[in-house]
């Protein structure tokens, strides 16, 4: 009866992730290699270090969303002898890349700009405009896309992140080139670059910070371990839990892992099943229950140190 429920998760899980997700990013990396050749044409031509530094950090985010894609394919590669659970730590590894990739942006970006700082280029404000109009619709397009297609998952919501993040970009390049073309205020450029790099590291921040607990086998942070672990207490028949361990599987897929204290032997099946019921729908589907029959522990002779 378990298995099936697992099977049906795994399924789920799948459908959402890899069909319409792949769709997602296929479009989004289209659209976003076109316009970075746009931008680098503009800022090349134009000198503009606002839509060069763009171009650069939209680089970046096609990575990423090449990176996601791959790692949603490596997802479903068919666990084997080697790797039992398949690919699907890949998933973790690329959401860490894309932080660290992210971050190395943001240092080319502020190193440019200070540079720019000490000596201003004239820049064509109306070009610059113009470009990041164009940049506002491809970068909103995109994020919007991502957004309603991969709400859980930490690869997709890095995806998202570089895209909202280059639509504000965008937006703060969009007002430099109009201060540049009413006022003249050249140096409004690198002014701008260095607010976009502030804003971007802000959002990476988080992914770092997610991506390096999830490699590092952490709870993942839409789970509470606390409550996992009184919900499981609450279910009748259950004695007391420990040993419990939740890790990451994948971007997507959450396992736990725990011994069971229960009252009577013959309740343990459907006790079981309660359990992982009620982990489903917390976002844990796979979930390895060893039972105990007796007393609480943390007598002489159960050890509880895990």
């Not at 799948?14 to 976003?32: E, S």
Request: with cysteine.
């Amino acid at each position: 009866m378990s298995s099936h429920h697992h099977q049906h998760h795994d399924h789920h899980y799948h459908k959402v992730d890899v069909a319409q997700a792949g769709q997602t990013l296929l479009v989004g990396i289209v659209l976003n290699v076109l316009f970075v050749i746009v931008e680098l044409v503009m800022g090349w031509r134009y000198h503009s270090l606002g839509l060069l530094s763009d171009a650069g950090h939209n680089v970046g985010d096609v990575f990423s969303l090449v990176m996601a894609l791959f790692a949603f394919r490596m997802a479903r590669v068919q666990p084997s002898k080697h790797y039992t659970y398949g690919y699907r730590k890949s998933t973790v590894l690329v959401s860490l890349l894309n932080a660290i990739v992210l971050l190395v942006a943001v240092g080319a970006i502020v190193v440019e700009s200070i540079r720019k700082l000490q000596s201003p280029h004239p820049v064509d404000g109306e070009a610059v405009s113009w470009t990041a109009a164009l940049g506002i619709v491809v970068n909103g397009i995109t994020a919007y896309m991502l957004m309603n297609t991969g709400r859980g998952d930490l690869n997709m919501r890095g995806a998202f992140l570089h895209m909202a993040a280059d639509t504000l970009v965008s937006v703060g390049v969009l007002l430099s080139g109009i201060a540049i073309m009413l006022w003249n205020v050249t140096i409004i450029d690198p002014i701008i670059s260095l607010v976009i790099a502030g804003v971007i590291l802000v959002s990476t921040w988080r992914l770092l910070v997610d991506s390096l607990r999830l490699s590092m086998d952490g709870v993942p942070c839409d789970i509470d371990i606390d409550h996992v672990t009184h919900t499981i207490e609450q279910i009748d028949g259950v004695v007391e839990l420990h040993h419990l361990h939740i890790w990451a599987m994948s971007t997507t897929q959450n396992a736990l892992t725990a011994h069971v204290v229960i009252n009577n032997v013959e309740n343990m099946e459907s006790i079981k099943f309660r359990i992982k019921q009620e982990l489903a729908v917390r976002g844990i589907a796979h979930a390895t229950i060893e039972v105990e029959v007796g007393k609480p522990c943390c007598e002489h002779e159960c050890s509880c140190r895990d």
